[in-house]
């Protein structure tokens, strides 16, 4: 087998049957990082650097693990050539990881180059990708809609957005491609230390006294509507471990005027107010019909030095197994039983069996999505899927989703997810597991329209 040739992740005849029946499918993205007023917009990108790796993380932590220096990486002082060719320089070097695959599946996919990245190729393919850059055809929303094939993608968007560029976008296009997630994440992170200034921002925005508690669930509420009456589907919330759901009004009311105030509060005040905060949303969305997802289990910026001098989403976060999901999470599925579509997602392989058959447990309502970050890998991916198959069932999977900031991730990852997807089902027919017809039929749906269908786009 050749470097990504037809037979790339997939080992049987039945699996290239079955990704021959789903390549050409649209790309349906119920979850990203859009930079939504980059595709409005629609510039030409400038270079390599920003289309491929400037806004990407996993690209980043690559090139540090491998010793490049940050001033090649995130510095303001290098060259955006300088810093692609740092990267060109240790790219064999990584191979394995599915970054070496990603940008070569984008190179080989959409421009046309079939040499490797490496120190010796690395300006040559800096100058060929970024003379395509400057043509019309490599436009944001000529890629969308042209090569990357997206019907429809839905990005993360904060509950003060007022989503001008959506509309603008949405415009561009002449349909709704772009739909916004409803995410009230800094809201409920009453912990951090920009929430008290958030909430004047909450305050301003939508008009609310906040003396009570109450006055930010109004906001809440016209945030929701406000999001519905341009088109969110879902809502998007991150948590290193679940909340419960049954906490009081009142007791969650003591804690916000405590927080508003400025005093300290307990870890148990924390999740507490959380919990509730969670909860509240979700009674939103169950109104509405919207889905809730949960990413669980990212614990945040660990390195210390990185965060200091980079801030977060930069490449400091890890997955601890140690996490327990199950108590919390069956408190907040029970509040919401069968009311509530719920996607669950993790990003530590060890929690997929508790995900899986807490999914099964509660009905056709809960979901498990993607594997997430740092299971987004052929091995990650694949794991979760036979684990699905066997504990859950394919027909209930929500759905591939990029979680990514680069638009070029709409075609690599979705590739990679649909050529892993059709060689597990090309095993199991293989193995006489299941039939050819049934295989071809669960591809079309996991890849597509179950998708389409779950999140009600």
Known sequence: ?????????????????????????????????????????????????????????????MMRKRGVPETLITGKNATPKEKFLALAKIFPEVAGNPVYEWIHLDLKRYFGVE??????????????????LATDAYRPQALLTGPLNVEVMCSTDDLIDTLEDHARANAAFGRTLIRPTWRPDKAMKIFAPVWRPYMNQVAARFNVKLNELSGLIDAFRMSHDYFEARGCRASDHGLEIPLRADVEYADANRIFKKAMAEEALTAAEVDAFMG???????????????VTQLHLG???DVRDSLFDALGPDVGGDISNHFLDFAPALCSFLNRFDGRLKVVLYCLEASHQGTLATIARAFGEKVALGSAWWLLDTPIGMRRQLEYIGSADTFSNFAGMVSDSRKLLSYGSRFEMFRRVLSDVLGDLVERGQMPEEIALDLAGRMAYRGTKKFWNL
């Open 1 to 61: 087998m050749a470097f990504m040739d037809r037979s790339y992740l997939i080992r049987n005849g039945a699996g290239l049957k079955i990704f021959d029946s789903v390549r050409t499918l649209p790309v349906v993205d119920p979850h990203n990082h859009a930079n939504v007023r980059e595709i409005a917009d629609n510039d030409h990108y400038r270079d390599a650097w920003q289309l491929f790796a400037a806004t990407d993380h996993y690209v980043w932590e």
């Open 115 to 132: 040499e490797l990245l490496c120190e010796k190729t690395g300006g040559r393919i800096y100058d060929a990708v970024t003379a395509k």
């Open 276 to 290: 509730y905060i969670l909860a509240e949303a979700a009674e939103l969305n169950s109104k509405s019909d919207w």
């Open 298 to 300: 990212a614990v945040r």
